[in-house]
């Protein structure tokens, strides 16, 4: 929801700031001796100009002869016919964004790659026409100018000192190269000014790497002691608080988790301390746990689709960690992977330097661990559930403030599937721009999302979330939780069997009578109805999704509609289709709703049975029976695998297989003529199994007393997974 308060401190722009005439530049780096013009000055500097943490030569170098010096010629064209530098055109929150000029950059790249003086000669003139109408620029949102502020004066240095390290010895004017230096130490100056006290959000956060990156790359100016100083101490702050203890960014969203490493990164690299605190090694493994297998992340929270790879990648520099390289080149190229890795510059440290050398040569070579079966990120409020292809991503974090607007999505208990590397159940995502006028009413409304809706209200800032402890059995996973975010409890349970045929159970209920309860589901590809209740969204080639409800169809409106999401491609690439929504109406909050994915472009034959609390899924050979706390497997008619998850007796269709004195979670696995029991007890528990011989606890024979009944009774000593084996099976 928008808001009128103003995001940031009461304007404080002076002549200090966007007044910065020779004598002020001069006397900025100390009035050094000797030095009395640009001419000088520029002379001066360029003598004690230090590295920043990323320079051009290294990068240009690398990507000479690649496609990405194609991208970067392209991108440069437009400066040589003409730039309209104030940005009218943008809109309200766009024109913000063009003032990070981030357009300038590839003129100054093209130069570097071709050694053509056009593409410099379009820079200086752009930049400078953008310097002489920068103070007649106003924007739209209250409070914020649209030159001096936090993302612009961030956005801005992290582009020039680079440009600032190749453009001093160049044939730039001194006049413009003392603009862009100018524009340098104002942006400083408004940052320290503006930052004296800490604040959530990914604003604060990289605008102080930056004050840091300035002040180490010109130590010679005379504020730079005081501009690290109080960068550091927001870095730190930042680090404690603004980054949550399993490693996601205070906002929740995968965009601007990897903005804000990106600038610590870039802290890193220039002050080790950061490079050693856990806090920026959790926030590499955070990509790592919530990455595809198709190599994305998905767009949660007003996110854009985010690859990793090249972040993780130069993590692994930063960090000294060779693992997170092996993750990257998963989805990276050899050339591609190559080329990153040279555009990095050389380590100091010899040691470190030859580290990092045999980390990029052997990157291939060494497998990568695979992630483990269910992930709980449970500060940020996502768990992930993963399967041989299928994987699930569910939200249940808390509503975040943002300086401006938040980027928190009006959904909660939602989940995306994907399988395949590719979506299967999808969610509208972060918009194109934030102007564009369904922000608010697709992108981040519930309708987007795959929840179920209450009435037409929008899900409330205060969601009061709640979640049981995740089920893991090995078979099956479980997740459940509640919410009052509409207004009235709402509960759901989401359960996938990762064995194949592998799918999902979604579970809703809310109660309460008088209002009208709508369960939406998103796929890129358009639903298709193959049955009652029963629909699919495939792609032409696979894979797809089946969806079935079990609801009774008279009971249900269905409708279908259509909006739109950005989808990932191939290489990297995400771009915006159509969006499908199917939505099931009811006057009852109670749905059960079958997510069976298919690899080619037709679904298999499923039958979906519903009694009582009881469903049962006949894919033909294999059957499913799942109640309210347990799934049991048969093939062929007889027991595969048995699992239930807080339950003293565990039942297969024709007898017990299994008791216990407390509740527990328990697996039973048909192994040869025997049964294998994997339970989790949160403390001491006695259990009881058939009758076998050679009955070992964790491997150890134990005897155990038996009764006339056909039962041996054994005790778990204390809390946690215990595996019993020898009990027969019938």
Known sequence: MTTNRSPEKPRHIDARVNRIGTDDLIKAFGAPDGVGDLATLRAFVGARLRRPAWPLPEWTAAIRSTPTADAVLAEAAPLLTGVEVTGREHGRSRRYGFHYLNWLSPGVHAWLLTGDDQYLHAFERHFDDWFEQRDSVTGEWPGLDVIWYSLGTWARCRSFLPTLEVLTDSALSDRVWGRLVATLVGGARWAYDEHDVFRHGNWQLVCATELLHISAVLPDLVEADSWAARARQRIDEHLLLDVYGDGGHYERSPGYHKMCLSALQTAAVIDSRFAEHPKLTAMHDWLCELVSAGGWIPHLQDS???????????????????????????????????????????????????????????????????????????????????????????????????????????????????????????????????????????????????????????????????????????????????????GIPQSRTIAMVREEPAFVVVSDSASADGHGFRACWQAISPWRQIGSLAYNASAPDGPGLLLIETGEAETTEVATTEGVARRPLAGGVAEYGPLHSLVLTRDSGVFTTVLVPHQGAQPADVRVTALGSSLTVDHGNTVDRIDAFSWVRTVGGLLSWATGWRIRELRDHE????????????????????????????????????????????GVPITAESDDEGWTHLTLPYAGRWTVEGPRHA
């Not at 190559?338 to 380590?347: D, G, S, T, Y």
């Not at 040869?672 to 007890?681: I, K, Q, S």
């Not at 001491?684 to 964790?698: A, D, F, I, Q, T």
Request: net charge negative; proline share 7%.
């Open 655 to 698: 007898q017990t297989l299994f008791r216990s004195a407390a509740e527990v979670d328990v697996e039973a696995t048909v192994v040869d003529d025997g049964l294998r029991f994997e339970v989790t007890c949160a403390g001491r528990c006695g259990l009881w199994v058939p009758l076998g011989e050679g009955l070992l606890l964790n």
């Open 304 to 486: 854009h689709i985010e690859w990793p790879a090249l972040s993780l990648l130069r993590g692994s520099y930063v960090l000294d960690n060779p693992l997170l390289a092996r993750v990257a080149a998963q989805w990276l190229t050899p050339s591609d992977f190559a080329v990153e890795a040279a555009a990095l510059p050389a380590q100091k440290d010899a040691a470190r330097q030859q580290r990092w050398m045999d980390t990029v040569a052997t990157a291939y070579d060494r497998k990568v661990p695979a992630p483990p079966p269910s992930t709980v990120l449970a500060d940020s409020g996502y768990v992930i559930l993963r399967g041989d292809e299928l994987r699930a991503v569910i939200n249940y974090g808390p509503h975040i403030e943002h300086e401006l607007e938040s980027h928190s999505h009006r959904a909660v208990l939602d989940l995306v599937l994907d399988g395949w590397g590719q979506p299967l159940l999808w969610e509208a995502g972060g918009p194109p721009s934030y102007d564009d006028p369904e922000y608010l009413t697709w992108y981040q409304s519930g309708r987007g999302h795959n929840t179920v809706l209450v009435d037409d209200q929008e899900l409330g800032t205060d969601r009061g979330v709640s979640i049981e402890p995740l089920v893991d059995t090995g078979h099956v996973a479980v997740f459940s939780g509640r919410h009052s975010g509409n």
